[in-house]
């Protein structure tokens, strides 16, 4: 059974930091690019950090560069989202997301609140 189910979020004021985590089974983690998506409340999904299956290259949405690490452990299947320097805008439903070719699994999301 394909599960990703991730972990990590919480309240935190703004200027704190977070390490989300999202742990993988049931299927080939480690040929799967990774990604992180978020949605705040009220708005669309959106694309927030990637990595590739090696681990050896990662991008980030413009919103969240300089303040945001996407890493992996393919022994440990494990994705982590380090995000620092938080800002009230970046409250949302974050969501772990693994992709190859044609086949894709989404997780359930874990919400992180940025407020004082």
């Known amino acids: 059974q394909v599960q990703l189910v991730e972990s990590g979020g919480g309240s935190v004021q703004p200027g704190g930091s977070l390490r989300l985590s999202c742990a993988a089974s049931?299927?080939?983690?480690?040929?799967?690019?990774i990604s992180w998506f978020r949605q705040p409340p009220g708005k669309e999904r959106e694309w927030v950090a990637g990595i590739t299956s090696d681990g050896g290259r990662t991008n980030y949405a413009d919103s969240v560069k300089g303040r945001a690490t996407i890493s992996r452990d393919n022994v440990k299947n494990m994705v982590y989202l380090q995000m620092n320097s938080l800002k009230p805008e970046d409250t949302a439903v974050y969501y772990c997301?693994?992709?190859?070719?044609?086949?894709?699994?989404w997780g359930q999301g874990t919400q992180v609140t940025v407020s004082s």
């Open positions: 049931g299927f080939a983690f480690s040929s799967y690019i």
């Open positions: 997301h693994a992709a190859r070719r044609n086949d894709w699994y």
